[in-house]
């Protein structure tokens, strides 16, 4: 196993467009959470799921995002109708329920112009 | 105000020395991590604490439950230890990480 694997790893896009990206967990882990990271914070929950079931969205998860699961494996984060604002790192992590040890992807970074 | 607080925010110092990082959260947590962040994003775990004491190499990881108080010391340091490390805390109930805002440290040869 490879680890956690993002892609893309950088995607720029003009205001208004859909982007969408996935996230590859490591393939014995269960759970795999969303985070964002803008400049010069500490990343942002956003969502995660138990296999395919979304449990837990963070109102920083406005209309414009989802995130799906389909098959308890891969997960994918769409953003519609990009703006300025959602600029930034975006992180998957994964783990396995009942253990605290998170495993991070590289990150997606989005710039939105 | 964030649930996790990191000390100090920026660290510059020379090769060699010995550094700390602290971290503070205010409520009863499952475990805490360790993550050090370099340029480009990526994010890896050193360590997951719930109790005591861990060392890696040159890295130390301490934790005291009764004060809600974690530190991070690097030995020896050197310029590839320049990054950006990050207290994460797991709530009691909850599955999530919380946090802190990371410490920039830079490793001056």
């Known amino acids: 196993d490879t680890g956690v694997s993002q892609n893309p790893r950088h995607k720029i896009t003009k205001r208004g467009q859909n982007v969408t990206f996935r996230c590859d967990p490591i393939s014995e882990h269960n759970r795999l959470y969303w985070y964002r990271q803008t400049l010069g914070q500490g990343p942002e929950f956003l969502t995660y799921f138990q296999n395919e079931a979304q449990l837990e969205k963070s109102r920083l998860l406005s209309d414009r995002f989802s995130a799906e699961r389909p098959k308890g494996s891969f997960s994918t984060l769409e953003i519609q109708r990009t703006e300025q604002g959602d600029s930034a790192m975006y992180l998957c992590?994964?783990?396995?329920?009942?253990?605290?040890?998170?495993?991070f992807g590289s990150g997606t970074r989005l710039t939105v112009v | 105000k964030n649930e996790v607080e990191q000390s100090p925010q920026n660290l510059t110092a020379q090769e060699g020395e010995f550094i700390t990082i602290n971290c503070s959260y205010s409520v009863g947590i499952s475990a805490l991590h360790w993550l050090q962040q370099h340029p480009g994003g990526g994010i890896v775990s050193l360590f997951m604490l719930s109790s005591g004491k861990k060392k890696h190499g040159r890295l130390i990881a301490t934790i005291n439950i009764q004060e809600k108080h974690s530190s991070l010391h690097i030995t020896a340091s050197h310029p590839r230890d320049s990054a950006v490390y990050i207290c994460?805390?797991?709530?009691?109930?909850?599955?999530?990480?919380?946090f802190g805002t990371g410490t920039r440290l830079t490793i001056i040869p």
């Open positions: 992590a994964s783990s396995l329920e009942g253990f605290y040890g998170y495993t």
């Open positions: 994460a805390v797991i709530h009691f109930g909850n599955e999530k990480l919380t």
